[in-house]
């Protein structure tokens, strides 16, 4: 069984910074991409951010220059430094990643997290 589970969510004002973490857990044997998405009220689930195994990275256009997404592979972690936060990044931010099991190292599975709210007052 593997778990994603976020933590660093929670209630800034517009300007501030946040870090969100994304720790994995379970019978890993390895993990391809890690995901940032968030879902605002009303809204889809977009994608904000990814990063491969190697460290390349792709950010949403809105973000660019305002988050960084980042990974300790040794801690199966996954971060998201979010800085000059404005009231259109609340949402409910969702990590996701691509993992091989113990069980079944051949074979990639895709997990979610549970999910942390981000909201920014103006």
């Known amino acids: 069984q593997v778990q994603l589970v976020e933590s660093g969510g929670g209630l800034v004002q517009a300007g501030e910074s946040l870090r969100l973490s994304c720790a994995a857990s379970g019978s890993i044997f390895g993990i391809n991409l890690m995901n940032w998405y968030r879902q605002a009220p009303g809204k889809q689930r977009e994608l904000v951010a990814g990063?491969?195994?190697?460290?390349?990275?792709n950010y949403k256009e809105s973000v660019k220059g305002r988050f960084t997404i980042s990974r300790d592979n040794a801690k199966n972690t996954v971060y998201l430094e979010m800085n000059s936060l404005k009231s259109e990044d609340t949402a409910v931010y969702y990590c996701?990643?691509?993992?091989?099991?113990?069980?079944?190292?051949?074979?990639?599975?895709?997990?979610w997290g549970q999910g942390t709210q981000v909201t920014v007052s103006s």
């Open positions: 996701n990643a691509d993992i091989r099991t113990l069980e079944k190292p051949g074979l990639l599975f895709n997990y």
């Open positions: 990063i491969s195994s190697g460290g390349n990275t």
